[in-house]
């Protein structure tokens, strides 16, 4: 059997009707893989499969690693056997066309790309993957945009309504690098945010507690919880005093979901144009000023280079959204 993770051998039967019967995958692991959760590793493989499927055939032994049963996040191992039983896949599974503008602009986006990794200026409104009701994020959008790549796996993550840095790796030690890099607090993030009313420079921390809730709606929203919630903690830096607003860099040492965006609401200074956590008022007053997305960006992100281990550092301008809306606000002059 070659020593790829993407060659596969199919047994069984053919089917006499015009669709062929589904037959049973094998794959076994190459470098490419070698350290990549079963789950991830399954939703590239089994492309336009549901995730939900994909997690209930785990749960049913359907597919098994080295004859094995395994759960979700078990890591691949280098020459691992994974065989997945017969599932029908989709017809078509839709295909993200690198013509489409929204893709092709991505190209102009790319901060620095080498043979390791990608630094992206996202755009606001981009989920980083597809899902829920989602047909591509920026992940599938960069795999069609670079086909020859043999690995392009995202090493963290940005709201949808976030723009800025992204770090997508090419090659699984680059992810696994800077996997280690982020447990250990190695990876440097900094976010600017606009936030209402004044925000006093000698506020530098906020460490409430966060957890998560879901609304009888189904929408999951982030909670200020000393007692039951997450340990969390945003070191803040005023940048500029406008009149009515704050532009604030917020420096997050934990990593949790919503975490910039709450700690500045329960400090009564909510982002603008946050549609979760936001104040109506302050937002309307920024959307008369053309601003229509969340104010937050990533604005830069420093790392230890997987190559070389040198410390390196990457920038993402705003987007022509954001300038217009400071432009457009009055400095406060004390």
Known sequence: MSNHSSTTVNTGQSSTSDAPRPKVQYHEIDEAS??????????????????????????????????????????????????IAPIRMPDNPEKVSPQLKKVASL???????????IVINKPSGMAVHGGSGLSFGLIEALRALRPTAKMLELVHRLDRDTSGCLVVAKKRSTL?????????KKVQKFYHALVKGHWSTKLTRVTEG?????LKSGERVVVVDNQQGKESETRYKVLTHYIGATLVRAFPVTGRTHQIRVHCQVKGHPIACD???????????MQSLGLKRLFLHAAS??????KDDQRVKFEAPYDPQLTAALKKLDVKTF
């Open 107 to 117: 190209e102009q986006q790319i901060i620095f790309e080498d043979d390791c990794l």
């Open 301 to 306: 992100i420093e790392f230890n280079h997987p």
């Open 176 to 184: 696994r690098n800077l996997h280690e890099q982020l447990r250990h």
């Open 34 to 83: 070698d350290g990549q959760r079963i789950d991830n590793f399954l939703l590239k493989t089994l492309k336009g499969v549901p995730k939900s499927m994909i997690y209930r055939l785990l749960r049913k032994g359907e597919i098994r690693v080295n004859k094995k049963r395994i759960k979700p996040e078990y890591r691949l191992q280098l020459e691992d056997i994974v065989r």
């Open 275 to 285: 549609n979760k956590y936001g104040a109506e008022d302050f937002s309307a007053t």
């Open 210 to 214: 966060l957890k998560k809730n879901e």
